[in-house]
């Protein structure tokens, strides 16, 4: 069964250096998305790409975080300087299109110190 | 705006008894409703989604949701829950106009034995 895959799962970085995150979407799908997961909560979309183009960023706090997708298929989430709020878990989801089910990856857990 | 209420934050069952996950929903438009189950530590796990058709949606693991289009809800739940159903839940709400899919806070189930 195809999945989305991502790297590293764990990461503990020091506030003010800089941190990236790595996702290979499932095979065809054009439709890329970064969300982030605060423990006990639900997860918020950072940004969304459609083939290498962003859709939607608005909630991506661009001061500090950058995402690209440059040749439409794989996708790093930057952070630069990272912040002790940054503490979370990223997901990568992709979907073949807009509008379908979105799947998930297995996350990428981020702790600041 | 889209937006999904999860009442309980937890849920508590003996292993053999029905479970149901509660979740309500409000969009502008027509909703694409999903489920998605998280145990700890890993990514988000596609159980079954609405877009259209039958209010019982059947899904993974022995799953299934009704929709209720005059309340508003899109409840979760299984004849016969499993000490292994213990997890996450996550419910996710699209408006068929938008793609943007908005969580809820989620409901941690546990199954005793």
């Known amino acids: 069964e195809a999945e989305v895959a991502q790297s590293p799962r764990y990461k503990i970085t020091e506030k003010s250096q800089a941190v990236a995150f790595w996702c290979d979407p499932i095979?065809?799908?054009?439709?890329l998305y970064w969300y982030r997961q605060i423990l006990g909560q639900g997860p918020e979309l950072l940004v969304q790409?459609?083939?290498?183009?962003?859709?939607?960023d608005s909630q991506l706090p661009k001061d500090r975080f950058s995402a690209e997708r440059l040749k439409g298929v794989d996708s790093t989430l930057k952070i630069q300087p990272a912040e002790l709020g940054d503490s979370a878990m990223y997901l990568c989801?992709?979907?073949?299109?807009?509008?379908?089910?979105?799947?998930f990856g297995e996350g990428s857990w981020l702790t600041v110190v | 705006a889209q937006s999904v209420a999860q009442p309980e934050d937890q849920v508590n069952v003996a292993e053999g008894n029905p479970l149901t996950v509660k979740c309500t929903y409000s969009?502008?438009?027509?909703?694409?409703l999903f489920w998605y189950v998280q145990y700890p530590n890993r990514g988000l796990q596609f159980l079954l989604k609405?877009?259209?058709?039958?209010?019982l949606v059947k899904g993974s693991y022995g799953f299934e949701a009704e929709f209720n289009k005059s309340q508003t809800s899109f409840h979760l739940k299984k004849p016969s829950a499993l000490v292994s159903d213990s997890a996450l839940y996550f419910c996710?709400?699209?408006?068929?106009?938008?793609?943007?899919?908005?969580f809820g806070a989620g409901t941690t189930v546990t199954v005793r034995a």
């Open positions: 609405y877009i259209t058709g039958d209010n």
């Open positions: 969009v502008s438009g027509n909703p694409y």
């Open positions: 790409f459609q083939d290498e183009s962003v859709v939607d």
């Open positions: 996710a709400v699209r408006d068929g106009r938008d793609y943007k899919l908005s």
């Open positions: 095979s065809g799908h054009a439709t």
């Open positions: 989801a992709s979907s073949s299109e807009v509008r379908s089910t979105i799947y």
